[in-house]
């Protein structure tokens, strides 16, 4: 019997995790007992059974692999049978779902910060899956934070390092720690869902593409199943190698960190289709030739056209999208004759309607996109399924967007992130729009006149839970929108999030400049909230 020890620890503050785990610069997980505690936290509250199995792996950021480590050897001492871990400590958040849910584990540590950027003096996290291979409800999550401040004590066992670089098994202490594969199962589930066949074909007609990985952890999965099962040609696939630091770019796929992928796309003798994903392969980015998908929009067309997907024939149940995200989604599942559900920001809020069967396809407008083939968002399942509706259809990108907006009407779409302001003003803010709400309904904004106002709450159609205060809505007359948020995603300071949204019907004007169509919303905007006035800023940081 391996001897167990038990570390003495006191909290650290700040260990509450945000919507997708932990997330904190490099140098605060560096401090001695800082991962420990949160890792021990969570394997003090969650449900493990008898002969349980964890899933590790993460995006391959800088501080990966010394975490991973030591999460083996304090599982070992909190009565894990056995730990499957991504070879190189790598696992794409949509492949450690699977994986989870493939090999019947009681959970998984998904050791990412997502899209934020890696290296020594940036950021890392760390998020705890549950059984469904979803992130973890509100009451876990809460149940994890009451443990971080009282926690007196974190166990390990005296162990080497584990060789994450060889498939095989080994022991570490009593418990069988397994390094896998990391892409092979999560392939072998793509070539289930989506017609292989068909897009081999039109690859072999002629059809192009660049996919950037942005050196993220998409890279191995990209080349495996584009280059090696569908037929792209070698160099598809770009910054494919995962790095520390992702080669010292942001790997967040919109357009200002993705510009050079946008300019190509936009360019003389570009190819059929671009896209990109980000640091941990949840989100996505889709560029036709001459034709910019927003993600509101591309979760609309995937929705309207997923039956040329074999997997999905006839069995789409419902359509669920952030409250952020714009309303396009709504329209067709009106049209298509299901429910369409509006959620709080956070893919753990999508779980239960995936659970219970009441939704299909999910999305955000923060380039989020999923179905039910795992609990996560995932970046290369939305450019699979792309490829697949193109491919069937025998249609462009842009063609199938105009027809897309002919058919459903067009929603203008922007997001402004006002990025590390003081905290104080922008909590500031949202109180004062807050004491707004009940005197908004009914105001003009130049053209635009406030139908209702209010402090977005979620009710759980499927346990009831509730979730207030998810964001602030200013509902116009005619199905436009302004939204703002405080995000949970960053490191330092506040984001300020403002989404913006005119929708136009089929008869308007379905192909102008988005900036141009967003004036009026713009202006509400600043108007309603005095953003200038409580943050500094005259201008966003980011517009995507």
Not at 18 to 43: C, D, H, M, W
Not at 504 to 529: N, R
Request: negative net charge.
């Amino acid at each position: 019997m391996t001897e167990i020890l038990s570390m003495p620890t006191t909290p650290f503050d700040g260990q509450k995790p945000g919507t997708s785990g932990l997330r904190k610069k490099v140098k605060v997980f560096q401090q001695p007992g800082y991962a420990e505690n949160f890792i021990q936290s969570v394997f003090d509250v969650v449900e493990k059974g008898e002969a349980a199995t964890l899933v590790l792996g993460g995006d391959g950021r800088f501080h990966n692999r010394t975490v991973i480590q030591q999460a083996i050897r304090m599982a070992a001492a909190n009565g894990y049978a056995r730990v499957l871990v991504g070879q190189g400590g790598i696992l794409s958040t949509p492949a450690a779902s699977h994986v989870i849910r493939k090999y019947k584990a009681s959970g998984g540590l998904v050791l990412s910060a997502s899209h934020n950027p890696g290296g020594p003096d940036e950021d890392f996290g760390i998020k705890y899956n549950i059984a469904n291979g979803g992130p973890a409800p509100e009451g876990v999550t809460g149940a994890i934070h009451a443990r971080t401040q009282e926690i007196d004590r974190w166990l390990t066992i005296a162990a080497q390092d584990v060789d994450l670089d060889t498939v095989g098994i080994v022991e570490v202490g009593d418990m069988n720690v397994q390094i896998i594969d990391p892409v092979a199962d999560y392939a072998d589930l793509m070539e289930e869902l989506f017609d292989f066949a068909a897009i081999r074909k039109v690859v072999a007609s002629g059809f192009t593409m660049r996919f950037d990985a942005m050196s993220a952890v998409t890279g191995p999965y990209a080349k495996e199943i584009l280059e090696g099962r569908l037929g792209f040609a070698q160099g598809t696939v770009v910054n494919g190698t995962p790095l520390e630091d992702f080669g010292g770019h942001h790997p967040d796929p919109n357009l200002i960190h993705a510009k050079e992928l946008y300019d190509l796309m936009m360019g003389e003798g570009a190819p059929d289709l671009g896209a990109a994903s980000d640091g941990d392969g949840d989100r996505n980015l889709i560029i036709g030739r001459g034709r910019f998908i927003t993600p509101s929009d591309s979760l609309a067309m995937l929705a309207a056209n997923i039956e040329c997907a074999p997997a999905y024939k006839g069995r789409l149940t419902g359509i669920a999208r952030s409250m952020p995200t714009s309303a396009a989604a709504d329209r067709v599942a009106e049209a298509l004759g299901v429910p369409a559900f509006e959620t709080p920001t956070g893919w753990k809020f999508f779980g239960n309607l995936l659970d219970a069967g009441m939704a299909t396809i999910c999305g955000e407008e923060s380039a989020g996109t999923g179905s039910d083939h795992v609990r996560e968002k995932d970046g290369l399942w939305a450019v699979l399924l792309w490829l697949n509706i193109l491919a069937v259809r025998d249609i462009s990108v842009d063609d199938l967007a105009k027809a897309h907006w002919a058919r459903f009407g067009r929603n203008y779409y922007a997001r402004h992130d006002y990025e590390g302001i003081e905290k104080e003003g922008a909590d500031a803010l949202m109180a004062a729009l807050m004491d707004e709400l009940e005197a908004l309904p009914g105001q003009e904004f130049g053209d635009l006149v406030v139908e209702e106002a209010d402090s977005f709450s979620y009710t759980d159609p499927v346990d009831g839970s509730v979730s207030a205060n998810q964001g602030i809505r200013i509902l116009f007359v005619g199905g436009s929108r302004v939204v703002f948020r405080l995000s949970g995603t960053g490191t330092a300071g506040a984001t300020l999030r403002v989404y913006l949204e005119n929708y136009v019907p089929p008869s308007g004007d379905l192909d102008a400049e988005t900036g141009e169509m967003l004036k009026g919303q713009i202006a509400a905007a600043e108007a309603v909230a005095g953003i200038a006035r409580f943050t500094g800023r005259t201008a966003p940081d980011v517009i995507t």
